[in-house]
């Protein structure tokens, strides 16, 4: 039986939530300060193996090593490729086109393409009508978000980039329903595990980008530490925190820090790093979010048919 969300004591779930969203939306500024001095695939690589150092580190802690067969291996492998190898490098290449605030509030489609891929990958799951308003709405809501009237100024690369990742973001969430729905084994160790094998995705990337900057590693370089913030909080507690907020206060709730990364992303954004917010982005971020609002909506379960009968061939 679940428990309704309104009996879950805030301190339940409350700090994880607020933890999640910090680290979610402090990633983009982190990443646009990290590619002062490293390649975009660097900065992929530094941040997966900072989190799986971490991550590693808190599996050794649980005195619980995984016992995983080479086929769960693989599962976990691809949707690795898919959720934490190829954007981690995408979304470094967009930043270079795109403001830290724009590829924030791109970064909130990933819930559309969630809808767009277990409809198209799922077949038992039913779209509802609310789901397919949702998904157009989701597109009118980026055209809006990106000014697609300002046809000269259109950021065309950087968008695509950031939405190819959004993208492998929701193919990847598809995939690990389908291929790690009978891996028994704890959201630490998976996660552990899923960004160690990523990191062999995107490690002959960042070895073939040009070399850093001259001081770019050096214990005073504001580039370094950025990395290793977005690899310590970013790609390891907030996987974590994010499915505290799960087993405490249910998917939904988890789910809506969809509506709070691009939140924090803005501020610090404008706050810290002097960006423009144009009053289009707002706009289109608040008709995108409805749309991830209405394809979120999950479809009633259709009442249980009789089973069919079939003859046999004739």
């Known amino acids: 039986m679940v428990t309704p969300l309104s009996e879950v004591p805030l301190r339940a779930w409350l700090p994880y939530f607020l933890g999640v969203s910090l680290a979610w939306g402090s990633s983009f500024l982190f990443i646009e300060v990290a590619l002062r001095g490293f390649a975009p695939a660097q900065v992929a690589l530094g941040r997966l193996v900072f989190g799986a150092v971490v991550l590693i580190g808190l599996v050794l802690a649980m005195r619980r090593l995984p016992r995983l ?29 795109l403001t830290s605030i724009l ?7 990933t819930p559309l393409w969630t809808a767009l891929f277990v409809a198209l990958l799922i077949p038992t799951e039913r779209v509802s009508r609310a789901q397919l308003i949702g998904l157009v709405l989701g597109a009118v809501g980026i055209a809006v978000l990106l000014g697609a009237w300002r046809v000269d100024d259109l950021p065309l690369l950087g968008a695509a980039l950031m939405l190819g990742a959004t993208a492998c973001y929701g193919i990847g969430s598809t995939l690990s329903r389908v291929l790690l729905s009978r891996v028994q084994q704890s959201p630490v160790v998976l996660s552990a595990t899923q960004i160690s094998l990523s990191i062999l995705v995107v490690a002959p990337f960042a070895l073939a980008a040009p070399a850093p900057d001259a ?37 939904t709730t988890a789910a809506s820090v969809t509506y709070a990364v691009p939140v924090v992303a803005t501020v610090l954004g404008v706050v810290v790093l002097g960006e ?9 971020a608040a008709i995108v979010l409805t749309g991830v609002w209405l394809a979120q909506r999950r ?7 009789a089973p069919e009968l079939k003859g046999s061939p004739a």
């Open 103 to 109: 590829a924030s509030l791109l970064n909130a489609t």
């Open 69 to 97: 067969t080479w086929r769960a291996v693989v599962s976990i492998g691809v949707v690795g490729v898919v959720l934490s190898g190829i954007p981690l490098i995408l979304i470094p290449l967009a930043q270079q086109h």
């Open 215 to 251: 001081g770019a590693i050096a214990l005073d370089s504001v580039s370094l530490w950025a990395l290793l913030a977005l690899g310590v909080t970013g790609t390891s507690f907030a996987y974590v925190w994010f499915w505290k907020i799960v087993k405490a206060a249910g998917a």
């Open 299 to 305: 479809p009633k379960p259709r009442p249980e048919a």
């Open 276 to 284: 423009t917010l144009h009053w289009y982005e707002p706009v289109g």
